[in-house]
T-cell receptor, first 116, second 114 residues
Framework: AQSVTQLDSHVSVSEGTPVLLRCNYSSSYSPSLFWYVQHPNKGLQLLLK??????LVKGINGFEAEFKKSETSFHLTKPSAHMSDAAEYFCVVSDRRMDSSYKLIFGSGTRLLVRP | KAGVTQTPRYLIKTRGQQVTLSCSPISGHRSVSWYQQTPGQGLQFLFE???????NKGNFPGRFSGRQFSNSRSEMNVSTLELGDSALYLC?????????????FGPGTRLTVL
């Protein structure tokens, strides 16, 4: 079955240092992949998405992710963390089934903590 | 442009009752999808509606159902509520397809089943 694994449930970084949130997926075809962010008491917001165009995807607020088919990974990075980046991040894969219907599969989430 | 709105924001029900949640998508968006978020199971896709038809669905029992109206507004119904149905229910809208488009999420309806 298709799946999404976020390798870290919590990541803690100091402000101004790089951020790496890891995501691995399994899919039987070329998937669409997304990263969403959920700030406390706020709705989910799209950071970026990959839909079979350029493998390096740039998103909002300085985030980017690289689709690596050989490694089945879609890790999220940011060169320099800001306090406002503290939130929960979800990696999402769009899964096509044999009947050609789709569903979105969410990773379990990574909570990013940013230390001053 | 107004965002996705969900009503009510909070709801308390007892086991065995049924509940209807409402979602108004962003103007011009034709796809509406629903999600359940719980601490134990995380975020799970319930179903997607497009042009008043259920187009895609997750792995939830038939107690969970929905519909979409001609103005793209959507409702989700849960019958015979169970304690495990307590969750944050999120609605999202997109222009066309849940599979590739950006989903715009509403604030959610917090359902508590006693």
């Amino acid at each position: 079955a298709q799946s999404v694994t976020q390798l870290d449930s919590h990541v803690s970084v100091s402000e101004g240092t790089p951020v790496l949130l890891r995501c691995n997926y399994s899919s039987s075809y070329s998937p669409s992949l997304f990263w969403y962010v959920q700030h406390p008491n706020k709705g989910l917001q799209l950071l970026l998405k990959y839909t079979s165009a350029a493998t390096l995807v740039k998103g909002i607020n300085g985030f980017e992710a690289e689709f690596k088919k050989s490694e089945t990974s879609f890790h999220l990075t940011k060169p320099s963390a800001h306090m406002s980046d503290a939130a929960e991040y979800f990696c999402v894969v769009s899964d096509r089934r044999m009947d050609s219907s789709y569903k979105l599969i969410f990773g379990s989430g990574t909570r990013l903590l940013v230390r001053p | 442009k107004a965002g996705v709105t969900q009503t009510p924001r909070y709801l308390i029900k007892t086991r065995g009752q049924q509940v209807t949640l409402s979602c108004s998508p962003i103007s011009g968006h034709r796809s509406v999808s629903w999600y359940q978020q719980t601490p134990g199971q995380g975020l799970q896709f319930l179903f997607e509606y497009f042009s008043e038809t259920q187009r895609n669905k997750g792995n939830f029992p038939g107690r969970f159902s929905g519909r979409q109206f001609s103005n793209s507004r959507s409702e989700m119904n849960v019958s015979t509520l169970e304690l495990g149905d307590s969750a944050l229910y999120l609605c999202a809208s997109s222009l066309y397809a849940v599979s590739t488009d950006t989903q715009y999420f509403g604030p959610g309806t917090r359902l508590t089943v006693l």
